[in-house]
């Protein structure tokens, strides 16, 4: 991925005219941009992507209801910072930022609550032989790595509507999270983390990242010696930050484990598979945050900072 600064106004046309060739001739795709930029920092490639899903997804949606007839309306608007944090289906909205909202919305068959509880699982598809189930899984992947998140509404019969929130340009992470005067208290100042990981390398990338971030780090290849470390002082750590496969046991393991010990500890997964399916297969609800390596150390910083501020509000 290639960050840079994108108008999402400028994408959601590229996009809405790649569509538009492949609808059937008595549907309809319309657009609701702002006068003004909408923008965010992100790379172009994965924009388009998601833009692109969530469009064919809206397409093949009125293609399977009487006649192919219906619309689609895509919307793009610029949100938060929020008082109240809106619900989402998949990732998280971070208090005290604000949001590129792209709203793609549909009339068609919509979705049971069956289908939509898979519908970031991939390889899961309602189309047949015309499917192969990646592209609202590829949509999760890069919508929660940016530190995005999306949310569904569906009514069967009647149409869904997602929205992904995009962190604004505007709404710099990296600089509410690292920057700052040189004599500004660092954003994880005083909190004590344990890292399990079985990768050395990796290990090291996030204790570096977190102390520069001012928190107080010890690492763990073994998940046996990060529990021995929670058991001989549950009080002592804040959070724990945690690899998916570690050999000897997982990160659910671990988790499940360390919650015998501490109920209320704060533990963020860190793995290598594909984020959808995790979500999908329930970790959303295990973890305080699901991120997928390799992790950038603002977006690291960002969800640790934003899970300590969720438990103080």
Same mark, same amino acid.
């Given at each position: ?19 538009? *060739? ?56 610029? @949100?938060? *910072?929020?008082?109240?944090? *809106? @619900? ?28 939509? $509880? ?31 998140? !999306?949310? !569904? ?31 500004? !208290? ?31 780090? $010890? ?6 010696? $990060? ?7 549950? @009080? ?8 998916? @496969? ?48 390799? !992790? ?18």
């Amino acid at each position: 991925a290639q960050p840079s600064l994108l108008d999402l106004r400028a994408k959601v046309a590229q996009a809405a005219d790649l569509v538009r *060739p492949g609808l059937d001739s008595r549907a309809q795709l319309s657009l609701e941009l702002p006068e003004s930029p909408v923008e965010i920092r992100a790379d172009s490639t994965s924009v388009m992507q998601v833009l692109l899903n969530l469009m064919l997804n809206a397409r093949d949606a009125l293609c399977t209801g009487p006649g192919a007839a219906g619309q689609i309306m895509v919307r793009v608007t610029s @949100e938060g *910072p929020f008082e109240i944090l *809106p @619900e989402v289906t998949l990732g998280h909205l971070m208090t005290g930022h604000a949001y590129a909202m792209l709203e793609v919305a549909d009339t068609g068959e919509g979705m049971t609550p069956e289908r939509m $509880a898979a519908m970031f699982t991939p390889y899961f598809t309602t189309k047949g032989m015309d499917g192969i189930g990646l592209g609202l899984s590829i949509v999760a992947d890069i919508v929660v790595t940016s530190l995005g998140a !999306v949310q !569904v509404e569906t009514d069967p019969g009647r149409g869904t509507v997602l929205r992904v929130y995009w962190p604004s340009a505007g709404s710099n992470v990296a600089m509410r999270v690292l920057g700052g005067p040189p004599d500004h !208290v660092p954003a994880l100042s005083g909190r004590a983390i344990l890292l399990v990981d079985d990768d050395d390398a990796i290990l090291q990338q996030m204790a570096q990242a977190l102390s520069a971030a001012g928190a107080e780090v $010890a690492s763990c290849i073994c998940p046996e010696d $990060a529990l021995e470390a929670l058991s001989a002082d549950p @009080e002592g750590w804040n959070l724990v930050v945690t690899d998916m @496969e570690m050999g000897t046991m997982s990160g659910v393991d671990l988790a499940c484990a360390m919650r015998k010990i501490r109920p209320d500890l704060p533990i963020v997964l860190v793995t290598g598979g594909d984020i959808g399916q995790n979500v999908a297969g329930g970790l959303g609800k295990e973890f305080a945050f699901v991120l997928r390596k390799p !992790v950038s150390e603002t977006a690291l910083v960002a969800v640790i900072l934003d899970t300590f501020l969720r438990r103080a509000s």
